[in-house]
Every structure is written in C-alpha cells, then in structure tokens.
C-alpha cells in the first residue's frame, strides 16, 4: 500500500493524505477546510478506485473559484 500527500491549489485545505492499494483509495484525510464536508467526501469515495474518483468530483467548483477540494482530491487520485 503506498501512502500519498498531496498540497493542494487554490483551495481552503492544504493538504489531502490518502492510501492506495493497486488501484483503490483508502484512508483519505483532507488538512484544513470544511470538516464535516471533507469527512463526507472521504466517506463516500472511500475504496473506490482513482478513476471512480475522478470521473465524480473532476471539475468542481467552489464559489468563484476554479476549482474546490474536491476537485483537488481527482486530481491527487490520479497524480
């Protein structure tokens, strides 16, 4: 299993940690922003595979920005 962190762009957490077996993501822990709106996104993509991942949250948006930590967490399964 290979742990990976991710520093994120342009949003309100820092840092997203996460676990990957083969494929599947485990252990997801986002750094700072919304918490219980982190802890839901990590629950619910919990041993899906990067792809899975991407292909739901990949183009996200938070308010006038770009992107949002959800985004950001499709683009650190796939990095």
């Known amino acids: 299993m290979e742990k990976i962190s991710y520093t994120t762009k342009g949003t309100c957490a820092t840092k997203i940690e ?3 077996d083969g494929d599947i993501i485990r252990n997801i822990k986002f750094t700072g922003g919304c918490n219980g709106n982190l802890k839901a996104i990590a629950k619910l993509c919990e041993g899906m595979t990067a792809q899975e991942i991407s292909s739901k949250l990949k183009g996200n948006t938070c308010g006038a920005k770009s ?3 959800a985004d950001q967490l499709a683009k650190a399964v796939m990095s």
């Open 18 to 20: 996460f676990e990957k």
């Open 67 to 69: 992107t949002s930590c």
